[in-house]
């Protein structure tokens, strides 16, 4: 019978709902302080987010939005290096956004990491977003001292290629010496479902306002979120036995019935 023995987070969407408050804010000032006239609406975000990768999404805005993009003179040649500019003046934006306090973990969140903490469980991080951006959430939302508990924390450009390609969780994996079999994912995103089964992991999604709507075949659950005793969760896909939120034995529960099935 495998055994649990790690949980690996995505981040985005899944520890905090970081998107619409957060990332799409910090590129819109980059852009304005850059002096373009690009803003990316809610909505507009939301089809952007087809797309993983700070870097990735402005390259695919402009191909998919503005095909006739003059660029101002003082734009580089190389549109790669004028992008990568854009993306650390974003990546300030972002840190100081979240200094302000107002992104917030997702329920469940905290009370499932110190749950497996407790319990001795590995933890571990694979995101597309910028390792500066999750370290600085981890400060701001999660605790001080919370970068400690990841022995792991796979972000940004360590793998060649992004979501949906599950090359972060396979170097998760990697690094932790850990099989598919004795890990759990929580990811709220298609891409990132894609990518946790793409590396054989069994994987919980739990949606939010973006991603409501995706498709999660291949999950071992969707949720709305991670629930609390307080704050039950409400289970949209799969089977949550008994349980009201998630903790390790249910993750435990699913590891078992998926790996063995
Ligand atoms: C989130 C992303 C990221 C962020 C922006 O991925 O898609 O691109 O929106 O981050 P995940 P950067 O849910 O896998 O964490 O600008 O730092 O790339
Ligand atoms: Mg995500």
Known sequence: MPQLQALIFDV???????ERDGHRLAFNRAFAAAGLDWQWSIELYGELLEVAGGKERIR????????????????????????????????????????????????GVQRLLQQAREQGIRLAIATTSAPANVLALLKTALSPESADWFEVIAAGDMV??????????????????????????????????????????????????????????????????????????????????????????LAETLLQSYTSS
């Open 12 to 18: 985005d969407g899944t520890l905090a709902e970081t």
């Open 60 to 107: 695919f805005y402009l191909d998919r939005h503005l095909p006739d993009f003059v660029p101002p003179s003082t734009w580089q040649e190389d549109w790669q290096a004028q992008i990568a500019a854009l993306h650390t003046s974003k990546t300030v934006f972002y840190k100081q956004l979240l200094t302000e306090g107002i992104i917030l973990p997702r329920p």
């Open 160 to 249: 060649p290629a992004k979501k949906p390609a599950p090359d972060v969780y396979l170097y998760v994996l990697q690094q932790m010496g850990l099989a598919p079999q004795n890990c759990l994912v929580i990811e709220d995103s298609h891409q990132g479902l894609q990518a946790a089964l793409g590396a054989g992991l069994t994987t919980v999604v739990t949606v939010n306002n973006y991603t409501r709507h995706q498709n999660f075949a291949g999950a071992a659950l969707v949720l709305d979120h991670l629930g609390d005793p307080e704050q039950p969760f409400t289970p949209l896909a799969g089977n949550a036995r008994n349980f009201t939120y998630f903790d390790t034995a």
